[in-house]
């Protein structure tokens, strides 16, 4: 299993969005305590790793409710087959990859997209690389953005793309009311989804941890 695959499984098994609710969980539940003034029936110090576990808890759950349901579209997005015009057109990148040249490899699928304007495919994968190995969160909003944005796109990316903006709402640029903002999208777009309903149950496991 290469890299790829294997940030592709763990991710659509919930743990990223467990990881940033486990940290705000850590966060929101001794301040919350703080702010109400009670006292717990435990020393103190215990309200931080019970509070990250609610929160892993509730972010994982979130977390495959909302990418369950786009395991293909990553499949397709990561593990295409290895024939036709992938293998001839864009192998070349995954050599980069593999070589750890990650700023090569998304310098040349930019490329890509520029020339290849329909196609919302290079942005995605460039997207990826910045936030899973250049740790570079905007730029991979950006791309994200982008890409959803790219004409004739299929609902299965769109849907894909749209969790992965929230995602980054949710977790390393930490605005929660944009995030709130993209789930409403996502179930207005695609009312009658599996993700929509995933993004239901979000926005109710997020205002349940507000409180």
């Known amino acids: ?3 790829s695959e294997r940030y592709v499984a763990w991710t659509h098994r919930g743990n990223l969005q467990g990881v940033w609710g486990a940290i705000m969980g850590a966060l929101s539940v001794p301040a919350g305590m703080f702010a109400s003034g009670g006292r717990p029936p435990f020393p103190f110090f215990l309200l931080v790793p019970i509070g990250a576990l609610i929160g892993f808890a509730v972010g994982k759950f979130i977390g495959t409710l909302l990418l369950g349901a786009s395991g293909a579209a990553a499949q397709r997005i990561y593990m295409p087959g290895a024939a036709g015009t992938y293998a001839q057109t864009h192998s070349q990148i995954d050599t980069l990859e593999a070589r750890g040249d990650y700023r090569g490899a998304v ?26 190995t250049l740790n570079e969160p905007e730029m991979a909003l950006d791309r994200f953005s982008q890409a959803r944005e790219t004409p004739g796109i299929r609902a299965a990316h769109e849907r894909y793309v749209s969790q992965k903006i929230i995602d980054l709402y949710l977790g390393p640029l930490g605005d929660e009311g944009r995030a709130l903002v993209e789930l409403r999208r996502l179930i207005e777009r695609h009312p009658r989804t599996r993700e929509a309903e995933g993004a239901r149950s979000a926005i109710a496991g997020l205002k349940g941890l507000r409180g």
């Open 1 to 3: 299993m290469t890299q």
């Open 107 to 132: 310098a040349s699928w930019e490329a890509v997209a520029v020339s290849q304007p329909d196609d919302p495919w290079p942005l995605i994968r460039a997207g990826e690389i910045y936030l899973r």
